[in-house]
């Protein structure tokens, strides 16, 4: 059975930094593009990053380009999604999301290309 699961949400102050990580089993990762997406109470979920497959190509939101980085740990079998700079508007439920379907040098903050998904981990930012 695929599954992914998010880990490293909690409470940060603004400014400060959070480490979130996506780990797979089932699968391996390395053959996914991977996604983040988060989701506040009462707004839209958001694409914030993505890595392709071969790690070689990211993405980013505007709203966290230069504050947030994604990586690839494969001896983990996981994706993790550094935040550095919180901001009282990054607090919101974080997602990773797998798409199997993008090429290797390729990955997309459209929700609709992910197919598996994490149950998500909540981010709290302090002002």
């Known amino acids: 059975q695929l599954q992914l699961a998010e880990s490293g949400g909690g409470l940060a102050q603004s400014g400060g930094s959070l480490t979130l990580s996506c780990a797979a089993s089932g699968f391996h990762l390395d053959y996914y593009a991977i996604g983040w997406f988060r989701q506040a109470p009462g707004k839209e979920r958001e694409g914030v990053s993505c890595i392709s497959s071969s790690g070689e190509y990211t993405n980013y939101a505007d709203s966290v380009k230069g504050r947030f980085t994604i990586s690839r740990d494969t001896t983990k079998n996981a994706v993790n999604l550094h935040l550095h700079s919180l901001k009282p508007e990054d607090a919101a439920t974080y997602y990773c999301?797998?798409?199997?379907?993008?090429?290797?040098?390729?990955?997309?903050?459209?929700?609709?290309?992910?197919?598996?998904w994490g149950r998500g981990t909540q981010v709290t930012v302090s002002s």
């Open positions: 999301a797998a798409d199997p379907l993008a090429i290797a040098a390729q990955c997309f903050l459209d929700a609709h290309e992910y197919n598996h």
